[in-house]
T-cell receptor, first 107, second 116 residues
Framework: GQNIDQPTEMTATEGAIVQINCTYQTSGFNGLFWYQQHAGEAPTFLSYNVLDGLEEKGRFSSFLSRSKGYSYLLLKELQMKDSASYLCAVGDYKLSFGAGTTVTVRA | GAVVSQHPSWVICKSGTSVKIECRSLDFQATTMFWYRQFPKQSLMLMATSNEGSKATYEQGVEKDKFLINHASLTLSTLTVTSAHPEDSSFYIC????????????FGPGTRLTVT
């Protein structure tokens, strides 16, 4: 089975940096995804890590350490529109999601 | 590209009735679609994997006779909630993709079901 943990809530100031951690224990691992979900909407894809290391995509970066069962999503230069829930998911064609981290960006 | 639509976006039905939710891939063919359910402030829970032309694969604890899934074409999968009860009220989301090099899934906008 899959056990995926991430913090419930985080608050940060506009323009700041926030790091959302995700730890996982899985029976098999094929990749780790990060999705953004605004309230009442479907998730949108942010990143996918299959190998160890950092993947950078604009203001968002994602890191993976397979040996530690650990990933983080780094959000830089926070904007108000970044207030959302961020979901960590593990799997390949079939995903298991963490409960999500609600990020609130304050002015 | 890679747009997935769902219909309806929200529906209210009476207890005991059935509701059908459609999921369409608009600009690509999806041999595999997924159905998720999300309760307020909780994560997405995979209900079933829908394969075109074959029976759906249900996750443990999901009643296949209550949640009927049909994937009759490469662009359409349907989820029918039969004999709905208030506890079935939830946000139902479909996704397509999850194959190829990236395994990226494309999510539909979701359907809010309220059973009264």
């Amino acid at each position: 089975g899959q056990n995926i943990d991430q913090p419930t809530e985080m608050t940060a100031t506009e323009g700041a940096i926030v790091q959302i951690n995700c730890t996982y224990q899985t029976s098999g691992f094929n990749g780790l995804f990060w999705y953004q979900q605004h309230a009442g909407e479907a998730p949108t894809f942010l990143s996918y890590n299959v190998l160890d290391g950092l993947e950078e995509k604009g203001r968002f970066s994602s890191f993976l350490s397979r040996s530690k069962g650990y990933s983080y999503l780094l959000l830089k230069e926070l904007q108000m529109k970044d207030s959302a829930s961020y979901l960590c998911a593990v799997g390949d064609y079939k995903l298991s999601f963490g409960a999500g981290t609600t990020v609130t960006v304050r002015a | 590209g890679a747009v997935v639509s769902q219909h309806p976006s929200w529906v209210i039905c009476k207890s005991g009735t059935s509701v059908k939710i459609e999921c369409r891939s608009l600009d690509f063919q999806a041999t595999t679609m997924f159905w998720y359910r999300q309760f307020p402030k909780q994560s997405l829970m995979l209900m079933a994997t829908s394969n075109e032309g074959s029976k759906a694969t249900y996750e443990q604890g999901v009643e296949k006779d209550k949640f009927l899934i049909n994937h009759a074409s490469l662009t359409l999968s349907t989820l029918t909630v039969t004999s709905a009860h208030p506890e079935d009220s939830s946000f139902y989301i479909c996704s397509a993709g999850g194959t190829g090099d990236s395994y990226e899934q494309y999510f539909g906008p979701g359907t809010r079901l309220t059973v009264t």
